[in-house]
């Protein structure tokens, strides 16, 4: 394992929306919410997304709702920080695979491909990046999640081996995480294949990754 790591997520505090259940029905209840919710962004869309839609497809009433999410923003906010969660939860998994004797390409092969996995999972990141030009707080959550990746991914470089200092690796971390905030922004325009879009996203992260170990 890559050393000095520990687990890190993106709290229910960190979007400030959430009411945390103390009971397991409330926390069930939750669950529910943000699962429909999941169902209708992939379905329908952000457009038709309501609380009255979410409640009538979850089966219960809007006040439910209410009780733990003061409106939409809030439970896309919700959806979000659990979306974010579980990019840093792939973070664990793959610092749990790290093998020293593997080069850094193919480590990050590895790497790209259980990223993708979890970006693409629930079938709503189009929606997602919507959302996320739609209401600032959502960019506040995202700007709290990318010091973390930042951080972790630079810890990943010198683990593998690279003598940048940690400013400059920053620097090329904050660069690549942009080209993917970019990414998800061309996506959502559906010009290309996610086959071609993953593999010129791979030769960018290769290009500029590569500089760091010369």
């Not at 979000?80 to 973070?91: C, H, P």
Request: glycine share 4%.
């Amino acid at each position: 394992n890559m050393p000095g790591r520990e687990k890190t997520t993106i709290s229910v505090s960190e979007d400030r929306t959430r009411k945390t259940p103390k009971q397991a029905r409330g926390k069930l209840r939750v669950d529910l919410i943000l699962e429909n919710t999941r169902d209708l962004l992939r379905e329908e869309g952000i457009g038709a997304l309501t609380t009255t839609a979410i409640a009538a497809r979850a089966g219960i009433p809007v006040s439910s709702i209410y009780q733990y999410f003061p409106d939409k923003k809030a439970i896309l906010m919700g959806l979000y920080a659990d979306y974010l969660g579980s990019i840093l939860d792939t973070y664990d998994e793959v610092e749990r695979r790290y093998d020293p004797s593997r080069g850094w390409e193919d480590f990050f092969t590895e790497f790209y491909r259980l990223m993708h996995r979890a970006e693409l999972q629930d079938k709503i990141h189009n929606e997602l990046a919507k959302a996320l030009y739609l209401y600032p707080e959502l960019q506040e959550i995202d700007r709290i999640h990318q010091k973390k990746v930042v951080e972790r991914t630079v810890s990943m470089l010198q683990a593998m081996g690279s003598k940048w200092r940690k400013p400059r690796l920053r620097r090329l971390v904050t660069f690549l995480y942009s080209v993917n905030t970019g990414i998800w922004s061309y996506r959502a325009q559906q010009l290309s294949s996610e086959t071609e879009l993953q593999e010129w996203e791979k030769t960018v992260w290769n290009a500029a990754v590569s500089t760091c170990f010369e």
